[in-house]
């Protein structure tokens, strides 16, 4: 049985000053999942072990984010992430500073239920 997506947010974070694309990273991801809650796991008999997260980060430098190291920071379920080309470098001219920003998308799966209603 194929998983089906339960929820997906999306999120945006950036350093200012330092130029570190994990930073931004974990603070798009943060800010993604910090406006979600799943009271699904309450209405349900599944555990949030069986839930699978995907996580897609956007930076200008993907080869420059540990996806390991956010993955292993998600608080539930199974998680992996992956970094793509996006967000966005924004150089300040004065100074030379360039703030990174990145953007995360955040989806959980769960196994298809017998007993759910899903639209097709």
Excluded at 4 to 13: A, F, K, L, S
Excluded at 19 to 30: G, H, L, M, S, V
């Amino acid at each position: 049985m194929s998983d089906q997506r339960v929820i997906i947010e999306m999120g945006m974070g950036n350093d200012q000053y330092g130029q570190d694309y994990i930073k931004a990273a974990a603070r798009a991801i943060e800010d993604a999942i910090r406006h979600s809650a799943l009271p699904l796991f309450q209405s349900i008999d599944l555990s949030t072990d069986e839930m699978r997260v995907q996580v897609t980060i956007g930076v200008q430098d993907p080869d420059a984010v540990d996806v390991a190291a956010l993955a292993e920071k998600l608080p539930r379920g199974h998680a992996t992430v992956r970094a793509v080309e996006g967000g966005l470098n924004v150089t300040n001219p004065e100074t030379g500073g360039t703030i990174v920003i990145a953007t995360a998308a955040v989806e959980a799966f769960l196994p298809a239920q017998s007993r759910w209603r899903l639209r097709t």
